[in-house]
């Protein structure tokens, strides 16, 4: 029986960005490390992080698990997954659209930003322009836009003390005024 060598994760990454020919600097500006790292770690001059969120970011950037990579150690808390984010990465799929496209659709400072949503470290933007720009690229129709924005909105204001099931009237009649405002001027 041959014994099967697991590939380096230096080496994956150097064929993820051959194949793709994502440029280095692009991609070191997508997981939040400087250009000179990237060379050192694809040179192997520098050993692969063991750092959880630069190996997740990694993994979000290529379209892989975490633990593909031998490096990874899975946290100990809890990973907690937003609909919202389940959402977006569906619409990825539908619109066959890689993680690599999708991230160069936005400007190089909002990536980094845009990785950490993808891999569920940052929550969903509350501001509506920058959620409509994520909803654009993807396709989505303006109803499901909003939809993501209400519920984004709805966990801000809970996590700020606010019982939404006790002032249901008043949210209800806030986020019916939102809707006809922004569905009209987004028609």
Same mark, same amino acid.
């Given at each position: 029986?041959?014994?099967?060598? /697991?590939?380096?994760?230096?080496?994956?990454?150097?064929? =993820?960005?051959?194949?793709?020919? #994502?440029?280095?600097? %692009? =991609?070191?500006?997508?997981? &939040?490390?400087? #250009?000179?790292?990237?060379?050192?770690?694809?040179?192997?001059?520098?050993?692969?992080?063991?750092?959880?969120?630069?190996?997740?970011?990694? @993994?979000?950037?290529?379209?892989?698990?975490?633990?593909?990579? &031998?490096?990874? +150690? *899975? $946290? !100990?808390?809890?990973?907690?997954? %937003?609909?919202?984010?389940?959402?977006?990465?569906?619409?990825?799929?539908?619109?066959?659209?890689?993680?690599?496209? =999708?991230?160069?659709? =936005? /400007?190089?400072?909002?990536?980094?930003?845009?990785?950490?949503?993808?891999? &569920? @470290?940052?929550?969903?933007?509350?501001?509506?322009?920058?959620?409509? #720009?994520?909803? +654009?690229?993807?396709?989505? $129709?303006?109803?499901?836009?909003?939809?993501?924005?209400?519920?984004?909105?709805? !966990?801000?204001?809970?996590? @700020? &003390?606010?019982?939404?099931?006790?002032?249901?009237?008043? *949210?209800?009649?806030?986020?019916?005024?939102?809707?006809?405002?922004?569905?009209?001027?987004?028609?």
């Amino acid at each position: 029986m041959k014994q099967i060598i /697991p590939e380096k994760s230096s080496e994956k990454v150097a064929k =993820f960005l051959q194949k793709t020919s #994502l440029h280095k600097r %692009d =991609f070191a500006e997508m997981i &939040g490390v400087t #250009l000179s790292y990237v060379y050192n770690l694809i040179d192997e001059t520098v050993p692969f992080s063991t750092r959880g969120t630069t190996i997740e970011r990694i @993994a979000t950037v290529m379209e892989l698990k975490p633990d593909e990579f &031998g490096e990874y +150690r *899975i $946290p !100990q808390e809890p990973i907690l997954i %937003d609909e919202s984010v389940e959402t977006i990465k569906d619409y990825l799929k539908e619109n066959k659209l890689s993680v690599v496209n =999708f991230l160069k659709s =936005f /400007p190089r400072k909002k990536r980094l930003d845009v990785v950490d949503i993808l891999r &569920g @470290a940052l929550p969903l933007p509350i501001d509506y322009k920058e959620l409509t #720009l994520i909803g +654009r690229t993807l396709n989505m $129709p303006n109803e499901e836009i909003y939809k993501l924005w209400e519920s984004r909105l709805k !966990q801000v204001l809970e996590s @700020a &003390g606010m019982n939404i099931y006790s002032n249901s009237s008043l *949210i209800n009649s806030m986020f019916d005024c939102a809707k006809k405002h922004v569905l009209k001027n987004e028609s």
